[in-house]
């Protein structure tokens, strides 16, 4: 399923790899050196996709300054726009440049770890998965006490971004069920979920780190998977990309994603978010 304004959100929610580690690494060098001779590790960002980037704040921002200092770098920041699918992504952010004149980067976040996309994708290697997402369903309890399948909804109001994973889902679900009673003109998750804390709604769908960064810790609501069988319960493993022949890259990157898992700080940048890290 693609349409030009799914394209990155349906890759990056759908095609997410369920439990795939890093891709074993070939021997080969060069490309940190050159990076460090630089002096900077340029990291691309996707634009406008809160938690994890707004206006130069987010998790993988915070993410991108912690993997620039671990290898000794300054960190220069290239924020693009989506383009219409994953590949195109890769193509211009990693592997050859955008045709407008700008990229590669160095590194591409928030890529999923995806066995057809990798193998989709001989010029890139993508690896170091960091997070785990899911698209799940917020509920107000006083209103929606209890919620085992989407039938449970009855005719409550739900609030989700219809240009989504979880628009596609709720529009399609139980033969298009729910339709006139969701409001899909949402940016994003996050602006769904302010709509349900206002308490213009009963329920709002989303990603996880969309719904939990404005709700979590409220009691008044519960967030929980999707209660869908077209849904991934597990989610789908969120990690970056290299060229293909960066290998020394890809091996500093892997490490100082360890590094930050077992030091603590990488979960720490999920909180500051308010969002409940989940491992890859």
């Known amino acids: 399923m693609r349409t030009p304004h799914l394209s990155r959100r349906t890759v990056l929610q759908w095609m997410g790899a369920a439990g795939l580690g890093a891709p074993a690494l070939a021997a080969g060098a060069g490309a940190l050196d050159r990076i460090r001779e630089r002096g900077a590790l340029t990291v691309a960002l996707y634009k406008d996709m809160p938690p994890f980037h707004m ?6 921002v915070q993410l991108a300054q912690a993997l620039a ?6 960190l220069s920041m290239l924020p693009f726009n ?3 699918n994953m590949g195109d992504d890769l193509r211009n952010m990693v592997w050859r440049g955008h045709y407008l004149g700008f990229g590669p980067a160095d590194v591409l976040l928030h890529v999923p770890v995806d066995k057809p996309l990798i193998d989709e994708t001989p010029q890139a290697r993508i690896f170091a998965p960091y997070y785990r997402e899911r698209v799940v369903l917020a509920r107000r309890l006083d209103r929606l006490p209890q919620l085992d399948s ?8 739900v609030a989700v971004p219809g240009q989504t994973l979880a628009g596609w889902l709720m529009i399609g679900a139980d033969g298009g069920a729910y339709r006139n009673q969701l409001t899909t003109q949402w940016k994003d998750g996050v602006e769904a979920a302010r709509a349900l804390q206002r308490g213009e709604f009963d329920a709002a769908a989303g990603l996880a780190s969309e719904m939990e960064s404005v709700l979590r810790g409220d009691a008044r609501f519960a967030i929980a998977p999707l209660p869908s069988p ?4 597990g989610g789908w493993a969120v990690g970056m990309a290299v060229k293909k022949d960066a290998t020394d ?4 990157l892997q490490a100082g994603i360890n590094e930050l898992q077992a030091s603590g700080r990488l979960r720490g ?3 500051s978010a308010n969002v409940n890290w989940q491992a890859a």
């Open 69 to 74: 200092e671990a290898l000794g770098l300054r």
């Open 55 to 60: 206006g130069g704040q987010g998790i993988d």
């Open 249 to 252: 890259m890809a091996q500093a």
């Open 150 to 157: 989407l039938a449970a909804l009855g005719d409550a109001k």
């Open 230 to 233: 077209r849904a991934r319960r």
């Open 269 to 271: 940048m999920f909180e």
């Open 82 to 84: 989506a383009d219409e």
